[in-house]
């Protein structure tokens, strides 16, 4: 069994994979990491390896509490990957992102895949048919729109995501539903169309913490993965081992 531990942004997931099949996940906030990771081994005896993957600034008390139990490969940019990284400064290139692509190369072997993950920000990656990860692009997530127009400005309020329900917002909750919402799903389909203008043989995965609540709004074409980061994360750990 592998332990896949995914520091992010906002929460902690635990992932625990029987060969390619997930068998446990879990979501935490990262006060919790303690409780959380000496509850795994109360139901998961037979844990033998781990990977470690963080955005942020990696825990040294988090990494010897793992190591107490495990080894453990923390994802940086000396971990040997199943691509040609073709990114003009690959040491800038998030854990996340790269665990993103190993996954489609992966699942897709032979395709040109672009994944984007809905998340704290909006990534896009892209890798070719020859497994050659090309870059993408960044933009602001739905929250994080959400707070700027509150925080940046005087009068307009920070309100909860929704769907929005017209394209013209016939009030200030409207038009903000509206712009933020209305806007991401635009950019997406705009951004997945320019793609495929350039490569005819896409595939396209929307995977992240908000990909459900977008996936019934965009166009057909689009696969939904929650899951994807995960299984790049298990992929990079077993290429590590052969």
């Known amino acids: 069994m592998n332990l896949i531990v995914d520091v992010g942004n906002t929460f902690v997931k635990f992932a625990i994979f029987q060969q390619e099949e997930?068998?446990?996940?879990?979501?935490?906030?990262?006060?919790?990491?303690k409780a959380e990771f000496h509850g795994l081994f109360e139901n998961y005896?037979?844990?033998?390896?781990?990977?470690?993957?963080?955005?942020?600034?990696?825990?040294?008390?988090?990494?010897?509490?793992?190591?107490?139990?495990?080894?453990?490969?923390v994802l940086d940019t000396d971990t040997k990957l199943p691509f040609v990284n073709a990114y003009s400064?690959?040491?800038?290139?998030?854990?996340?992102?790269?665990?993103?692509?190993?996954?489609?190369?992966?699942?897709?072997?032979?395709?040109?895949?672009?994944?984007?993950?809905?998340?704290?920000?909006?990534t896009y990656d892209f890798t070719d048919a020859e497994h050659v990860y090309k870059g993408g692009a960044i933009s602001p997530g739905i929250r994080m729109r959400y707070k700027a127009l509150n925080n940046l400005t005087a009068n307009l309020p920070l309100l909860e995501t929704e769907m929005p329900r017209q394209l013209t917002g016939d009030s200030t909750i409207s038009s903000i539903h509206s712009g933020v919402v209305?806007?991401?799903?635009?950019?997406?389909?705009?951004?997945?169309?320019?793609?495929?203008?350039?490569?005819r043989d896409l595939t396209v995965i929307l995977t992240g913490g908000d990909s459900d609540f977008l996936?019934?709004?965009l166009k057909n074409?689009?696969?939904?993965?929650?899951?994807?980061?995960?299984?790049?994360?298990?992929?990079?750990?077993?290429?590590?081992?052969?």
Do not use: W
Not at 25 to 32: G, I
């Open 221 to 242: 074409g689009i696969f939904a993965n929650s899951n994807f980061l995960l299984e790049g994360l298990n992929f990079i750990l077993e290429y590590n081992l052969n």
């Open 182 to 199: 209305g806007g991401v799903l635009k950019e997406i389909d705009g951004v997945v169309e320019d793609y495929r203008q350039e490569y």
């Open 215 to 217: 996936s019934k709004q």
């Open 22 to 33: 997930i068998i446990f996940k879990c979501s935490f906030d990262l006060a919790h990491f």
């Open 89 to 122: 400064t690959p040491h800038t290139l998030g854990v996340d992102r790269v665990a993103l692509v190993s996954a489609a190369v992966k699942n897709y072997p032979q395709q040109n895949v672009l994944v984007i993950d809905a998340g704290t920000c909006i």
């Open 45 to 73: 005896e037979s844990i033998q390896k781990c990977i470690l993957s963080s955005v942020g600034d990696l825990d040294n008390g988090m990494l010897k509490l793992i190591q107490s139990k495990l080894p453990v490969l």
